[in-house]
């Protein structure tokens, strides 16, 4: 494998997942970076203290968002000449020669030089994730989520940086549909898998709950919507998607499983607002 990608951790209050990430993606990379935003918790201060031992630790002094993080990596990556940007949150695990063997099935691809995303693709439980292939069988997506992702540097030349104003939610699915807009692709592996967690998230009654604190309720429902008025044209079925999840569908989630419901939706309803009123 080409000495040419830098990996990022965007950390907030981490807990001891980051470790699992940090040791399970160290050695696939050319440098690993830590920029965390701003986190205040003592427990993973001192978590980040034991890893600055290791690697380069960037401290914010405010939490910008996640979109802010990511563009403070992806210019460090295109001043240090790096080919390819590998954008992890914190609480994702890998296993070994992920990237090699990624990298092997992007370099065999005929339409490589439209392909700005290549991923592994995330497992459904432990089983799976341990039972990954060699499989070179690289499929087109039009969505990706962020951490796993491993970006072409030359991307942001093309399309531009990520969207700060979406502070936290939709920040790589708006990145997504601008590729697709400009004609590039993005390509996940469909067996070679990843361990993610995703916030608090639990099955009840076969619905998913993701038991996003209120705030996140808020720039779920403004950002959903922000993205249906970006990029209806480009994406109808998941631009339309996101936003029933984002709102109405989520907010009757709310309604029968998930505490501070009135919060919550209130919150969910003043994002909504102002997502219809901003481009």
Not at 53 to 67: Q, R
Not at 247 to 270: C, D, P, Q
Request: glycine share 6%.
């Amino acid at each position: 494998m080409d000495k040419n990608i830098l990996a990022v951790i965007v950390s907030y209050n981490p807990d001891n997942s980051i470790i699992k990430l940090y040791n399970s993606i160290n050695k696939q990379v050319d440098e690993l970076i830590i920029i965390d935003n701003f986190s205040t918790e003592k427990e993973s201060r001192k978590l980040l203290k034991k890893l600055s031992e290791e690697t380069k630790i960037i401290y914010n002094d405010t939490n910008s968002g996640v979109a802010a993080a990511l563009n403070q990596a992806a210019r460090y990556a295109i001043s240090n000449g790096y080919k390819w940007l590998l954008t992890l949150d914190q609480d994702s695990e890998f296993l070994p020669d992920t990237y090699k063997t990624l990298i092997n099935s992007y370099e065999k691809t005929e339409d490589k030089d439209r392909v700005m995303i290549i991923a592994p693709k995330i497992g459904k439980n432990t089983k799976q994730f341990l039972r990954n292939g060699k499989s070179e069988d690289l499929k087109q997506e039009i969505l990706n989520l962020t951490s796993g992702s491993l970006i072409k540097t030359e991307s942001f030349k093309h399309i531009g940086f990520f969207d700060e104003k979406l502070f936290i939610e939709q920040v790589d699915n708006d990145f997504c549909y601008r590729l697709k807009k400009f004609g590039y692709k993005i390509k996940v592996a469909q067996n070679i898998h990843f361990l993610h967690k995703i916030g608090n998230a639990e099955k009840k009654y076969g619905f998913t709950l993701r038991n996003h604190l209120p705030v996140r309720k808020y720039y779920l429902a403004r950002n959903s919507a922000i993205m249906l008025k970006r990029y209806f044209f480009t994406a109808p079925y998941t631009t339309v998607r996101y936003f029933l999840g984002g709102t109405i569908l989520g907010w009757i989630k709310i309604l029968l499983f998930e505490k501070n419901k009135f919060e919550k939706i209130s919150n969910g309803v003043k994002g909504l607002t102002e997502g219809l009123k901003l481009k």
